[in-house]
């Protein structure tokens, strides 16, 4: 089955909540609720861009900040590509959000070998209720994705759904050598937040490359200050703006650097492992 047609099996509009939010001209989200705009509900729903769940981590009446939201279908189509699953992987996904992505790696690896953690309860509730309501029944756990869960483990393929700045090394530790690990990094030396495609060594090292830029919200324990992404852009400019796929992640038990074109030309101080 190609992407395309999973994304075609598995309607998206059978996991995005009835309440979603829409910016309004003075920057605040405010509620679309699909009983008050069935037609424009449907219309977002069936687009291909992103839609926000949550804001300010479940306000009710207006928001500020995006803090869940369901993935444009091109962004999902891509991140699955790049995961390379098999039917019988065991997979782990870092993220739960609608549970759409989950029902999506279900039809290609078998419901019984996807975990997925997601670290807001409400969201997960919601999650596991829409994944009930399609007969779809992977294994969601309400915890910190920070720590993986390593009572499923060793996997195959982990995948994040929020951007990470530091990538946690439980997700290495719980991957098999050979295995695959793929997040969104932000904020790295590009302006946009690129994914992380790392392989795990027999030596527990993840290496890999940057490929097409993605913008995630980032894991809550991670969010960094604007002033982070404006000096790192500085710095990319000040490189000579070298395109995303010329830059790379190297992770280890107890470091983590990033480096342009090869692994021996490491770009950052090397910055201390991140918790887990």
Do not use: K
Not at 170 to 175: F, G, I, L, N, S
Not at 198 to 209: H, K, N, P, Q, S
């Amino acid at each position: 089955m190609t992407i395309e047609e999973l994304l075609r099996r598995v309607p998206r509009e059978a996991f995005v909540p009835d309440v979603v939010w829409v910016h309004r001209d003075d920057g605040w989200a405010v509620p679309l609720r699909r009983a008050d705009d069935p037609d424009r509900w449907l219309e977002l729903v069936r687009s291909d861009d992103s839609i926000i769940t949550q804001v300010d981590d479940g306000a009710t009446e207006r928001g500020v900040w995006p803090t869940s939201s369901a993935s444009a279908p091109h962004i999902v189509a891509t991140m699955l590509e790049a995961l390379d699953v098999e039917p019988g992987m065991r997979v782990l996904e870092i993220g739960t959000g609608t549970g759409y992505n989950a029902a999506l790696l279900a039809e290609l690896v078998g419901p019984q070998n996807v975990t997925s953690v997601e670290i807001d309860a409400g969201l997960a509730e919601q999650a596991r209720t829409a994944l009930a309501r399609v007969g779809c029944h992977v294994r969601v756990v309400t915890a910190d994705g920070t720590h993986g869960h390593a009572a499923n483990a060793p996997y195959d393929r982990v995948i994040a759904t929020a951007a990470v700045c530091r990538l946690p090394y439980e997700w290495v530790r719980q991957t098999r050598p050979g295995g695959l690990v793929l997040a969104p990094w932000g904020p790295t030396f590009h302006p946009d937040d690129p994914l992380a495609v790392l392989i795990v060594g027999e030596d527990g090292t993840a290496e890999g490359r940057f490929t097409c830029p993605a913008w995630f919200m980032p894991m809550r324990d991670q969010r960094m200050p604007q002033d982070v992404r404006h000096r790192t852009r500085e710095r990319w400019e000040e490189m000579g703006e070298p395109a995303v796929s010329r830059f790379g992640l190297t992770v280890t038990a107890t470091t983590q650097h990033i480096w342009l074109d090869r692994p021996d030309n490491p770009i950052s101080p090397t910055l201390p492992r991140s918790a887990g």
